[in-house]
């Protein structure tokens, strides 16, 4: 059986979607994940989010990129119940500072969606 080659991009870490999906692909076998990318608001802890769900599954090999906090065409929306850190991004709700151990590619993930 031939794997599916996939790119998650997500922008996990606000509600339970997105990590569904991500535990969902990591078990299943006739998924190869290419890498994992992140998008809006705070890639950053959104990547180390991630990171703390493909180590819970032992998927350690499988990379997981950053992108783009900022839209192009539009500001950030923040809620009145969010934080907002100094440097103007939003604190992701499902971030924890447990997570602040995992590390991510330092490669841009625009870049790795491009060159993958």
């Known amino acids: 059986m031939e794997r599916k080659r996939l790119i998650i991009d997500t922008d996990v870490?606000?509600?339970?979607?997105?990590?569904?999906a991500?535990?969902?692909?990591?078990?299943m076998p006739e998924v190869q994940i290419e890498g994992i990318t992140t998008v809006y608001r705070n890639?950053?802890?959104r990547a180390k989010i991630v990171r703390a769900l493909t180590s819970a599954y032992h998927?350690?090999?499988i990379k997981?990129?950053?992108?783009?906090?900022?839209?192009i065409f539009e500001p950030i929306k923040f809620f009145p119940y969010?934080?907002?850190?100094?440097?103007g991004r939003p604190f992701i709700s499902q971030y924890d500072a447990t997570?602040?151990?995992y590390h991510y590619?330092?490669?841009?993930?625009?870049?790795?969606?491009?060159?993958?």
């Open 13 to 20: 870490g606000d509600d339970i979607d997105d990590a569904y």
């Open 105 to 116: 590619e330092q490669q841009s993930a625009v870049d790795f969606i491009v060159e993958t």
């Open 59 to 61: 998927r350690g090999e």
């Open 43 to 45: 890639c950053r802890q």
């Open 99 to 101: 997570m602040e151990e």
């Open 64 to 71: 997981v990129y950053a992108g783009e906090d900022f839209p």
């Open 82 to 87: 969010e934080r907002k850190l100094p440097d």
């Open 22 to 27: 991500i535990t969902l692909c990591l078990a």
